[in-house]
Antibody, heavy 116, light 112 residues
Framework: QVHLQQWGAGLLKASETLSLTCAVY????????WSWIRQSPGKGLEWIGE???????KYNPSLMSRVTMSVDLSQNHLSLSLTSVTAADTAFYYC???????????WGQGTMVTVS | QSVLTQPPSVSGAPGQRVTMSCTGS?????????VHWYQELPGTPPKLLIY???NRPSGVPDRFSASKSGTSASLAITGLQAEDEADYYC????????????FGGGTKLTVL
């Protein structure tokens, strides 16, 4: 069973850079695609972007100017960077593993990021 | 403003059947992209409930079912239980720009 464990700074000031890491725990991951997804307080889910095992990325058009994702398979780590944050970026951030047809089968525990 | 439209809330009494809709357009659901559904309980990450329009992952009761037609999809829950009270989200893919994942705004299910 794949398990995703996230960590990163939870409190930022406006204009700073959000940085989160997601570790993929399993002897053999069943997927080669992962996404970052966020949920603002009281709001719905928003896809931030995806990355595959080769480091190929695709980002949400609304965020792509500020987002960078990377993968380090030697450490089974995924990383998310979001620059120039504002209060609108306050949200729970999740990493998730892709499954068949583009669904998200496994989710990290979530990291609450607050921008003051 | 979510790309996929879901009703903000639905409700039903224990034992009843409820349905909730997910309306998209010709660039996402109508383009043939699969629809997936998630259940989000308070304080927990979303859980995959239905994938590939109408398939249940192992462990999901058969009280949950879904369908898709045209530019819309629907989730049905029969034999409603108190533990089903949660937020439900639909998800698909959109062809516009370079293509991106889209979610509905979520539907809050209240078990009366």
């Amino acid at each position: 069973q794949v398990h995703l464990q996230q960590w990163g700074a939870g409190l930022l000031k406006a204009s700073e850079t959000l940085s989160l890491t997601c570790a993929v725990y399993d002897g053999s991951s069943r997927s080669y695609y992962w996404s970052w997804i966020r949920q603002s307080p009281g709001k719905g889910l928003e896809w931030i972007g995806e990355i595959d095992h080769n480091g190929e990325t695709k980002y949400n058009p609304s965020l792509m100017s500020r987002v960078t994702m990377s993968v380090d398979l030697s450490q089974n780590h995924l990383s998310l960077s979001l620059t120039s944050v504002t209060a609108a970026d306050t949200a729970f951030y999740y990493c998730a593993e892709h499954g068949s047809g583009g669904c998200f089968t496994v989710w990290g525990q979530g990291t609450m990021v607050t921008v003051s | 403003q979510s790309v996929l439209t879901q009703p903000p809330s639905v409700s039903g009494a224990p034992g009843q059947r409820v349905t909730m809709s997910c309306t998209g357009s010709s660039s996402n659901i109508g383009a043939g992209h699969e629809v997936h559904w998630y259940q989000e309980l308070p304080g927990t990450p979303p859980k995959l409930l239905i994938y590939g329009n109408n398939n249940r992952p192992s462990g999901v009761p058969d009280r949950f079912s879904a369908s898709k037609s045209g530019t819309s999809a629907s989730l049905a829950i029969t034999g409603l239980q108190a533990e089903d009270e949660a937020d439900y989200y639909c998800q698909s893919y959109d062809n516009r720009l370079s293509g991106f994942v889209v979610f509905g705004g979520g539907t809050k299910l209240t078990v009366l």
